[in-house]
């Protein structure tokens, strides 16, 4: 897999733009970056070396999702990889269904973005303990939580129905993933860490709340959205 | 807060007002960006006049059409829990089990109180179904609701609701598992409507957390009832060990739950690529329209 950090030199300090377009244009590797580039006003904002940008208007919020399921995806991918001590079949079997989700997840985004979409990023999982239980189901129930959170707190920032529905066929089903975690740490189905109690409302967050969470997991460039307030 | 107080003052004056300043969806927007500091919870009763005034007549169905008819799932929910709760002893819900099941029951009668609100600070009227279970009993089965799912002949395939635990579960989980397909099917009338869709996917959510949570239990207490690889999310259409299970009339009547949610491409992306049909299927739950689910599915627990 290219590493963000390869995409971000190709994205070139000082590379002019238009040489750019024309250097990516000639290969695929360099599609995602043409992306993030091409989604700027060239007149307004110059390119940014110092973060990803996830683009403007749908394309953001899509390219925004995509980034939370890629690292999802890596996360159960490596989970599967190196089974924490003491796993049964049964915890297993289940994360091995929400790793298959979360890949599916993100390659249906991959594929639905095409040349729109953002670079493959290189997640940094130093914090989490894959050999303990504890450390990695409290990790699951941070990005379910943090999944479902971001879904809803930008769904109103969606201005294509078909995509605010498919926004809507997801996050359910990371909600139902973070049930789960949250009954295998032996715990309630919920707490007021995520549930205003008094409404019964789950409580979403900005894409600013959550980027600054998810900047923590990956190597490289953070991630940015100018246009969708962070 | 005053400011809110003058937003509501300077509309009864001029009702063209929010749409005098501004357009409709930034409207709402930018009201509620400098209302920060104002719980989120509040936000929908101190704008309800003006998403009457901005979306009542615009949509189709309108939003407070949309209110509506989630207020009906969720009474139906709270009236269940509800039974449920004060029923404890008798149907036998474990100990261990009984936090999840209150503070869904918490959860329900929340959102129905919050939708409620919403709907009264509009001036609009419930709908029907809604106005007729309006108090909520507890301790006794509604007289609105019928929850052996016979349309009130009370001898449906859930009969056994409130004195066997496996169906009471089986039960939960048809109605949580309706009201996630119910709210999905919802949100696109509600698009870029931040409050209120932004609360809507926020009960939406929750709702899913209690299905899952609902079938993890049912994994739990497994009997020749329940298959052993019955998992927290949606697995096919309803025929597989995702289905409710409990006897054939039960699987028959509930169904219409999980009509057309076996779908293994979305948006002419074709999921088999990436993984199993199964797994397709389970990492996208679809939604329903609220004829499907008023007609097909809570039909069966209404008098």
């Not at chain 1, 943090?146 to 498919?166: P, R």
């Not at chain 2, 996208?284 to 499907?292: K, R, V, Y």
Request: proline fraction near 3%; charged fraction near 15%; aromatic fraction near 8%.
């Amino acid at each position: 897999m290219k590493t963000t950090t390869q995409d971000e030199v190709l994205a070139g300090k000082g590379m002019h733009r238009r040489s750019f377009l024309k250097f990516a244009g000639a290969g695929a590797v360099a599609a995602g970056v043409l992306a993030t580039a091409a989604c700027h006003d060239p007149y307004v904002t110059a390119n940014d070396p110092t973060s990803v940008d996830l683009g403007t208007g749908d394309i953001a919020v899509l390219n925004y999702a995509y980034a939370l399921e890629q690292l999802e995806a890596a996360f159960y991918v490596q989970v599967l990889s190196s089974p924490y001590s003491g796993i049964t079949t049964e915890e297993r079997n289940l994360l091995t269904d929400i790793r298959d989700h979360e890949v599916i997840h993100r390659e249906f985004f991959k594929a639905a973005l095409a040349g729109n979409a953002i670079p493959g990023l290189t997640p940094n999982f130093s914090k989490i303990n894959f050999a303990d239980r504890a450390s990695v189901l409290g990790a699951a129930k941070t990005f379910e939580d943090l999944g479902v959170a971001a879904y809803n707190g930008v769904g109103y920032m969606i201005q294509t129905t078909d995509y605010l529905v498919l926004a809507g066929k997801i996050v359910s089903v990371e909600a139902r993933h973070a049930a789960l975690i949250r009954n295998l740490l032996g715990q309630n189905l919920a707490d007021s860490t995520i549930l205003d109690m008094s409404t019964g409302l789950e409580k979403s967050q900005t894409p600013k709340q959550v980027l600054a969470q998810a900047n923590q997991f990956i190597s490289g460039l953070p991630l940015a959205s100018p246009a969708l307030g962070a | 807060m005053n400011l809110l107080n003058l937003i509501s003052d300077i509309q009864a004056a001029d009702p063209e007002f929010a749409d005098r300043v501004s357009p409709r969806r930034s409207a709402i927007k930018n009201i509620t960006s400098f209302g920060s500091k104002v719980a989120v919870a509040a936000l929908p009763f101190a704008f309800s006049t003006l998403f009457k005034k901005a979306y009542g007549q615009s949509a189709n169905p309108s939003v407070n059409d949309v209110l509506n008819f989630a207020l009906t799932a969720e009474l139906t929910e709270a009236c269940f829990y509800n039974t449920a709760v004060a029923r404890a002893g008798e149907i036998g819900i474990p100990s261990g089990d009984l936090d999840a099941i209150k503070l869904i029951q918490a959860d329900e009668n929340n959102h129905v109180n919050f939708i409620k609100s919403v709907l009264t600070d509009a001036n609009v009227s419930a709908a029907n179904k809604a106005r007729s279970t309006n108090a909520i009993t507890t301790g006794t089965v509604s007289a609105s609701f019928d929850f052996s799912g016979a349309k009130g002949a009370g001898n449906g395939p859930f009969a056994t609701v409130f004195s066997s635990y496996p169906i009471f579960l089986a039960t939960a989980q048809a109605f949580e598992d309706t009201g996630v397909r119910a709210y999905k099917g919802q949100a696109g009338f509600l698009k870029g409507n931040q409050v209120v869709l932004t609360a809507a996917l926020n009960i939406h959510s929750v709702e899913a957390r209690h299905a899952a949570y609902l079938r993890r239990l049912r994994t739990l207490r497994a009997s020749s009832s329940v298959t052993a690889d019955f998992r927290p999310w949606i697995t096919g259409d309803g025929t597989t060990a995702s289905a409710i299970t409990v006897s054939s009339a039960a699987t028959a009547a509930t169904n219409p739950i999980y009509a057309n949610d076996n779908q293994t491409s979305q948006a002419g992306v074709n999921l088999t690529s990436f993984g199993s049909a199964k797994a397709a299927s389970e990492a996208f739950d679809e939604p329903l329209t609220s004829a499907d689910v008023v007609n097909n599915i809570l039909v069966n627990f209404l008098r």
